[in-house]
């Protein structure tokens, strides 16, 4: 397959060691996917950790859009998906250390309406690396994403979770879990979690 690229994929706010190239590398490549992957993944979820343990969100897209390349692919607003998504972090997050220093930039953000899943990712993205204090280029190409993605590191460094004393530590979350409970921590940790 010619327009298989080496670059990442871009997440809706993805696992923490998917955030580990942004510490390692001097330019990041987002790939522009050709094809929309059948099960979009992280592309529309995202899991994070709540009282009845790990919990997993997936914004709504256009049945009709999911064959385009992915900056095509539509958000629906049908289920008023948003509210639900700011009520399910504020439940989870609510009492972490940092949630009331984040919340409002990630409040304004998700209440936007974007057409596109492509443009509401690449937003979050460049909001979660600002709230980490990550100024890195990134480009983008087109191609599509080698089938090998990036696996989740379930047993990463353990750090602070509000409902761990419930649940035990819970690794493979949403970078959100590791920015509203380590707040200015969270770049360190990354640092750490490096190969």
């Not at 010619?2 to 510490?23: D, Q, R, S």
């Not at 692919?73 to 972490?96: C, F, I």
Request: net charge negative; glycine share 6%; with cysteine.
């Amino acid at each position: 397959m010619e327009n298989v690229k080496h670059g990442l994929p871009l997440y809706c706010a993805g696992p923490i060691h998917t955030f580990i190239p942004f510490i390692e590398q001097k330019e990041i490549i987002l790939l522009d996917e050709i094809h929309f992957p059948s099960h979009a993944g992280y592309r529309n979820r995202i899991e994070f950790l709540g009282v009845s343990g790990k919990q997993s969100f997936s914004i709504p897209l256009q049945a009709s859009s999911r064959k385009a390349n992915y900056r095509k692919v539509e958000l629906s607003y049908q289920e008023h998906w948003q509210n639900q998504l700011l009520n399910a972090l504020r439940t989870s997050y609510g009492k972490s250390p940092f949630y009331e220093y984040y919340d409002y930039r990630f409040i304004e953000l998700i209440k936007k309406e974007y057409q596109y899943l492509w443009d509401f990712n690449f937003e979050l993205l460049n909001l979660i690396l600002k709230c980490l204090k990550i100024q890195i280029p990134i480009a983008i190409e087109e191609g599509d994403v080698m089938a090998n993605e990036m696996q989740i590191d379930t047993e990463a460094l353990p750090y602070y979770q509000v409902f761990a004393q419930d649940h035990g530590f819970v690794g493979g979350l949403s970078i959100l879990d590791l920015l509203f409970n380590e707040g200015v921590d969270a770049t360190a940790h990354l640092q750490s979690l490096k190969k």
